[in-house]
């Protein structure tokens, strides 16, 4: 890997602007840097790159194909177009599973995106469809990741359009070794580290717990939101066509109820032409819903899937490397005792030397260790500023959600308005006068 993919170079391969995104004030994308962790002027591993650098990197389109294979359907499959590199090509979701295994296996210090869980059993329209959201999510967070945007795994998954993708994408692993094996500063990781880099990392880690907990409940809240105004539209639509069947009513109405008065027949008229408003606030209701959907409850799932990368990440920092670093100092400490008691009971020189060759060789795989754990936490260091660099998102969501509200009470209030107005003729009598007003002047139907 060189220089400018590890430093995450923001020239390097750029697109267009996102579409998914509205641009960011110049002031915002500079203001999450206060919580980044220090580190020493000039150091390699601080990432210079803004929300809008990021976001610029690729836009990636995943929509379902339509089936075509008969009535029942062996699998999905997805049209998968990159802006960046101008391509459409056709993925199964194995495809995805083996491009996400790849990636850990050559960046095994990096934020991966969790993959959404494989087909189950009788898999309804609606998991399909969360399913297809959550693979965009993945595939977009993945090409504008600065080390991964650059590695020839994600131009192959984007861009190659023959049938053996999978095992393409094993041929660029095989062989090659991960990321520690090809960064050229990893064995100097330690020298661009903070001193506290250990208490750094726990409060970072601890930060970003609290982001994701708060995040996590501002996308249920969302939800809510969103699915409340799909029900509103629904009942709209139920009550306008229940005024509608009031209205083409033809029971015929008896001589002793009427008494020579057609206000009956007028207000069936009247109720039977409300349907339409009704139908077009159904209608206003449901945009709404679904730009929420998709401008705000998206949005917030893409910054939750990014923490808990983040949160992967850090756990396989406990339990992997660290582990093994733990492990291999105690097999160490072992050997050494066992030397110890050789030479105190004057073993073979052949025993001796057998025993010393072992304990050179793990003080070897120690070294490796401790090299591999330091560069561990230069790439969450690295993945953390990533983080901060996406906070900005939040007023990205907030703005989508404002707009969203203010957008759809405008529409809907309009809709009200010029339905008020038909109203009227519900209220005439048989002099053509409005008898009673809209709504009594004390608000109560029922005043005693």
């Known amino acids: ?54 976001l610029s990197k690729d836009s990636v389109q995943v929509e379902l194909i339509p089936e075509k294979k008969g009535l029942f359907l062996k699998h999905v499959e997805y ?5 960046r590199f101008k391509c459409s090509v056709y993925r199964r979701y194995n495809d995805f599973v083996v491009f996400h295994e790849m990636l850990l296996q050559k960046f095994p210090y990096r934020m991966v995106p969790a993959l959404p869980p494989k087909r189950m059993l009788g898999a309804d329209r609606e998991f399909i469809e969360s399913r297809r959201r959550a693979l965009k999510r993945f595939i977009n967070l993945v090409a504008r990741h600065p080390p991964f945007s650059e590695d020839v795994l994600l131009k192959l998954f984007l861009s190659f359009s023959g049938s053996d993708v999978q095992n393409k994408l094993r041929e660029l692993v095989q062989g090659v070794g991960d990321e520690f094996l090809t960064c050229r500063l990893a064995t100097q990781a330690k020298d661009f580290l903070p001193a506290d880099i250990q208490a750094q990392f726990a409060a970072s880690r601890e930060l970003i717990r609290n982001i994701y907990n708060s995040f996590y409940k501002l996308r249920d809240r969302a939800e809510r939101i969103a699915s409340r105004a799909i029900d509103n539209a629904s009942d709209l639509l139920i009550f306008g066509k229940e005024l509608s069947a009031l ?9 002793w109820a009427a008494l020579n008065n057609n206000t009956w027949g007028t207000l069936k008229q009247a109720l039977k032409g409300l349907s339409v408003e009704f139908a077009l606030l159904a209608d206003k209701a449901v945009q709404q819903g679904k730009q929420e959907e998709n401008d705000v409850v998206e949005k917030l799932n893409l910054f939750l899937d990014l923490l808990q990368s983040y949160k992967d990440l850090c756990e396989r920092h406990e339990k992997g490397v660290l582990h093994k670093h733990q492990r291999a100092l105690h097999k160490y400490s072992m050997m050494k005792k066992q030397m110890m008691s050789a030479t105190v009971q004057n073993k073979e020189p052949e025993s001796v030397e057998q025993l010393e060759s072992r304990i050179v060789e793990q003080e070897n795989a120690i ?43 405008k529409e809907m209030s309009k809709v009200w308005n010029e339905l008020k107005p038909k109203l009227s003729c519900l209220f005439v009598g048989s002099s053509n006068m409005p008898t009673p007003p809209l709504s009594p002047p004390d608000g109560n139907f029922f005043s005693n």
């Open 367 to 409: 070294l490796t260790m401790e090299l591999r754990n330091y560069f561990s936490l230069y790439c969450l260091h690295q993945e953390t500023q990533l983080i901060h660099i996406y906070l900005p998102l939040t007023s990205h969501i907030l703005g989508a959600f404002v707009n969203s509200q203010i957008q759809g009470h």
């Open 247 to 255: 209205g083409s009513d033809t029971t015929p109405l008896p001589s």
């Open 1 to 54: 890997m060189t220089a400018a993919a590890m430093d995450g170079d923001p020239s390097a391969g750029s697109a267009g602007v996102g579409t998914d995104f509205a641009k960011p004030p110049v002031n915002e994308t500079r203001e999450s840097e206060q919580f980044l962790m220090q580190a020493p002027p000039g150091n390699p591993l601080l990432l210079p790159h803004t929300l809008q650098e990021l």
């Open 79 to 83: 049209e998968v177009s990159s802006k």
